[in-house]
């Protein structure tokens, strides 16, 4: 089972889980980890630490989905997840987005980290598309 934790700056990641939420009901194996001004990087640090105790708890990996590569979100969760003393295995992905959530469901029950991070990656990619104008129109027949 691959758990999930949810960084981002500000309120994004709360966000996300909630309309999340609102598609697909609850989702215990996700946990949202926000960066505000009021806490700063020290206390994103707790947070994220805090929210990856409950991760692991009985999971064969945990995986983190960031709102951005680079940011202090990101670094965070790469310390964890470079550490040799880390367990179970971590990894981290940049760009989260609804539909990228939405599809963990379908990477959840895997046991390898890292292979659910690549089908996720995967599985959102054809997600990310460009809006163009219909070149015909659809009869109302169906």
Not at 38 to 53: N, Q, S
């Amino acid at each position: 089972m691959i758990n999930v934790i949810v960084a981002s700056h500000g309120p994004l990641a709360n966000a996300l889980l909630d309309s999340a939420t609102l598609v697909y009901g609850e989702l215990p194996y996700i946990f949202p980890v926000s960066l505000n001004e009021t806490a700063g990087i020290d206390g994103f640090r707790d947070d994220f630490a805090t929210a990856l105790v409950k991760a692991q708890y009985n999971a064969d990996g945990v995986l983190v989905l960031c709102d951005m590569q680079s940011g202090t979100p990101w670094n965070i969760a790469c310390q964890h997840a470079f550490s040799p003393t880390t367990t179970p295995p971590m990894s981290v992905l940049a760009g989260v987005n609804l539909p990228m959530l939405l599809q963990t469901d379908d990477i959840h029950l895997l046991t390898d980290v890292h292979a659910a991070a690549a089908q996720l990656l995967a599985l959102t990619q054809p997600t990310l598309v460009i809006a163009v104008p219909v070149a015909f129109t659809q009869s109302d027949d169906f």
